[in-house]
């Protein structure tokens, strides 16, 4: 049995749209919380496509990342889990108002960040508020500080 100590992988969307971000309203341990479009990214898969697909199944708007806010790094006291997030910025480019909704996840909403700051005993993490609050402070960087050698097996090999 692998005991090695890993991280979470994780991704968040935080969109904005006439001064409303889009939330997600979900289940997590039998209690309503509040998060942005958000998960894990799976094996295979690349940062942006984990936050294209999560942001789909959460809350069926398709959304175009901008730009990276932060890569946050916590550890959840109740679980003892550590996650990496990677929130992104972007735009809901797409909306498809009758695809189902991921397991768990209630509604989609859009708020405003006076609404998310009133609701901060629901948020999922502290995170959540965080990522808001910098994305307002304009901390922003490019989706080309991330490397994906996914997509370049040539580059793995010449690197090993």
């Not at 799976?42 to 175009?64: C, H, P, S, V, Y």
């Not at 550890?75 to 996650?83: D, M, R």
């Not at 929130?87 to 509604?107: A, Q, T, V």
Request: aromatic letters at 6%; a negative charge.
């Amino acid at each position: 049995m692998d005991t090695t100590w890993r991280p979470h992988v994780t991704v968040a969307a935080v969109t904005e749209q006439d001064g409303r971000f889009l939330m997600v309203e979900e289940m997590s341990s039998g209690k309503v919380v509040l998060n942005q479009p958000a998960g894990h990214l799976d094996e295979g898969e690349n940062l942006i496509d984990a936050i294209i697909r999560e942001t789909l199944e959460e809350t069926a708007w398709t959304f175009e990342a901008t730009g990276i806010i932060s890569i946050d790094l916590w550890q959840n006291p109740q679980k003892v889990l550590t996650f990496l997030r990677v929130n992104f910025s972007g735009d809901c480019i797409r909306h498809e108002p009758h695809r189902p909704l991921d397991d768990g996840i209630l509604r989609a909403l859009w708020l405003t960040p006076d609404e998310i700051d009133a609701r901060t005993d629901q948020l999922r993490s502290p995170m959540v508020q965080r990522c808001i609050h910098n994305y307002l402070a304009g901390k922003m960087y490019p989706l080309d500080m991330l490397s994906d050698l996914l997509d370049h097996p040539a580059l793995i090999q010449s690197q090993a």
